[in-house]
């Protein structure tokens, strides 16, 4: 059976009198042809539109202000309900304590058929936003499918925030209504939010109602015609507000287009990644990440969504495998550090794990090892290992998976079709087969509408177009290779930069994590006044401070071996699952704490004490002197 990447160039050669015979061709036309290429993602997903424009694209020499199908309307609820059947179910769910449930189409049109008449009746209307402070279950699908439904705004922290991270983002945003689950369940352990959930609407006057979605956990079937108001919105209308990890401050506003939002992910999961009708969908993820808006378009397929609510090594580290056994999942996708975990952990049986229904493995969040790829195809054989990098900022990846090609291990395969990707070196000159900063020469569908609140687009623009004019860049740091693949070093804010040489930090932690016996690890340089690299390792077990040099310098080169290694009892990470250099870089170097990170924005946060006081204590990063730093690491490897 064709791929839906095979289909999609079969239909443009037809349609559009094309010769596309590669991939390489199809992407190049996907950059020069833009207007005629989304026209064509239109066309061949047949998605509905109540007006559509005349005029696609209007770029006007300006990323920000380009406006995509000016004047047309659209709505996401309706081409997710369009797909509407007796067969399938929309929802499959699982938990921690192995709770299971099938949501039918049904079932989920009637839940939000009864938010939607909660909405109404609170005078929520276009424009509005709604906030949710929940656990990822079908009620907070439907509730959502209600706010989009009336053309209101929805976004969403996961309970695991606590109440500054929640009160700093959901505060800009002014909601009306906050959607909470007043109980959750995480690691086998209950907690409560009600005391947070009266705090912040305290602090947020804007809220009118709050609503208990524990309250609305029952899903029924009715036979009866339901008839749901779909008001369609401008193609450029906001469909969500995602933030910002909030590493480095108040976490940014990231307003998405509906329009964009929608073309985009018919393309990303169809044609990258063959999500078809009927298949069943589940990246796991919560409603604080991107992955939870990027996994809720499968239903714009008429695919069915999995989700699972709790912790994905709770109370067993492959409880995930009794959901894809149980919901014969086609497509599961998780953050790289799981896949690595899975790997190094022999407490179980691989080989038992129940794999035969999976069509594609996908991974994102932060570079895919090269033995990491190596050891899932082992595994999973016939299965097409798909790696994403992209961000919250797009809602969506740069570059991603060819269905069509063989996946070369430790690189993702391609650029996205419609992403006009190139790698550029500090001058602005287009690079290949070594690193360099990734950017975009022309905009993406999905690129934010606006930043929350942030006039004349000041944060917007410094966040991506500092480095070069009219060009978005990223912030990470990777390299083309010959092949056309894409090997991703980190983000480029984190890079090292050894004596002129650049090199990604995650190369080391590559060479690291060979070690059995090595947990974790946080490689962070100083490079202000110091040329200080210096490597964190949290282990089972003390490990020799030669051996772990002798692995790098062997792995890597000699460039990548750090100045100082200390053992450390943890390595903080953010709640999407990314570890925070940054930072504890700039903790490294003074800066307070409280104004370099949000705690709350931390899966960990006790982690970042240790850190703390190894500043005030240590006299290595205070007083020496770089050759002296060096002296004294050669002295303690003498010991």
Not at 588 to 617: A, T
Request: hydrophobic share 35%; aromatic share 12%; with cysteine.
């Amino acid at each position: 059976m064709k791929t839906i990447l095979s289909q999609f160039i079969d239909f443009l050669n037809i349609n559009y009198e094309l010769k596309l015979k590669s991939y390489e061709s199809l992407h190049k036309w996907s950059i020069e042809k833009m207007p005629d290429f989304w026209d064509s993602i239109v066309k061949f997903f047949d998605i509905e539109f109540d007006y559509k424009s005349k005029k696609i694209y209007d770029f006007n020499n300006d990323f920000i202000n380009t406006k995509w199908f000016t004047g047309s309307k659209i709505s996401y609820a309706n081409n997710v309900f369009k797909n509407y059947n007796n067969k399938n179910p929309a929802i499959k769910f699982f938990d921690e304590s192995s709770v299971y449930k099938e949501i039918s189409w049904n079932s989920l049109k009637l839940k939000t058929l009864e938010f939607q008449n909660i909405l109404i009746k609170n005078k929520i209307k276009v424009g509005d936003i709604v906030v949710g402070y929940c656990t990822n279950s079908p009620e907070t699908i439907a509730a959502f499918l209600a706010v989009n439904s009336i053309g209101a705004i929805w976004s969403s922290c996961s309970p695991e925030f606590g109440f500054d991270s929640v009160n700093d983002r959901f505060s800009q945003l002014k909601p009306k209504i906050l959607f909470f689950n007043s109980t959750y369940k995480y690691s086998g352990r209950s907690y409560s939010l009600i005391g947070k959930v009266k705090k912040i609407r305290k602090s947020i006057n804007s809220i009118v109602k709050i609503i208990d979605l524990n309250n609305f956990s029952k899903f029924e079937d009715n036979s009866n015609e339901l008839i749901l108001k779909n008001i369609p919105v401008d193609f450029n209308h906001p469909i969500w507000i995602l933030f910002s990890s909030g590493t480095t401050g108040i976490p940014k506003a990231i307003t998405h287009r509906t329009g964009g939002i929608i073309l985009e992910h018919f393309k990303a999961l169809a044609i990258h990644q063959n999500v078809i009708k009927n298949d069943n969908y589940f990246w796991y993820s919560t409603t604080g990440w991107m992955m939870w808006n990027y996994s809720l378009s499968c239903l714009l397929l008429g695919a069915t969504l999995c989700i699972y609510d709790g912790s994905s090594n709770y109370p067993k580290i492959d409880i995930l495998w009794d959901f894809i056994k149980k919901a014969n999942i086609n497509h599961f996708g998780h953050g790289s550090g799981y896949f690595q975990n899975l790997m190094e952990n022999h407490s179980y049986d691989i080989k038992s794990l129940e794999t035969s229904s999976l069509v594609t493995v996908g991974s994102t969040g932060s570079p895919l090892y090269r033995d990491t790829n190596i050891f899932l195809n082992k595994i999973f054989k016939g299965v097409h290992i798909i790696s994403l990098s992209g961000g919250t900022d797009v809602c969506t990846a740069f570059i991603g998976g060819n269905m069509n090609e063989k996946v070369n291990a430790g690189e993702i395969q391609c650029k996205m079709l419609g992403a006009s990707v190139e790698i550029w070196d500090s001058d602005g000159k287009k690079i290949k087969n070594r690193s360099g900063e990734l950017v975009l020469t022309k905009p993406l569908i999905t690129m934010p509408l606006c930043f929350w609140n942030d006039h004349q687009n000041i944060k917007y623009k410094s966040s991506y177009f500092s480095k070069f004019k009219n060009i978005w860049t990223h912030g990470d740091w990777v390299t083309e290779t010959k092949k056309g693949g894409f090997i991703v070093h980190g983000r480029s804010d984190s890079t090292l930069n050894r004596s002129g040489v650049r090199i990604g930090s995650s190369e080391i932690y590559s060479a690291v994590q060979t070690i059995d016996r090595v947990e974790d690890s946080l490689i962070i340089h100083i490079d202000q006044q110091k040329d200080i690299l210096i490597l964190y390792i949290k282990s089972l077990q003390k490990i020799s401070k030669n051996y772990l040099i002798s692995v790098i310098r062997d792995k890597c080169s000699p460039r990548h071996v750090p100045d100082l290694i200390y053992s450390v009892p943890d390595i903080p990470y953010t709640l999407s699952g990314k570890k925070v250099e940054l930072p504890i870089k700039k903790i490294l170097m003074g800066e307070d704490s409280s104004k370099v990170i949000s705690k709350d924005s931390l899966r960990n946060p006790e982690s970042i004490k240790w850190y703390e006081n190894f500043y005030q204590d240590n006299n290595d990063m205070k007083k020496f002197s770089i050759s002296q730093i060096k002296y004294y690491n050669k002295i303690l490897l003498r010991k």
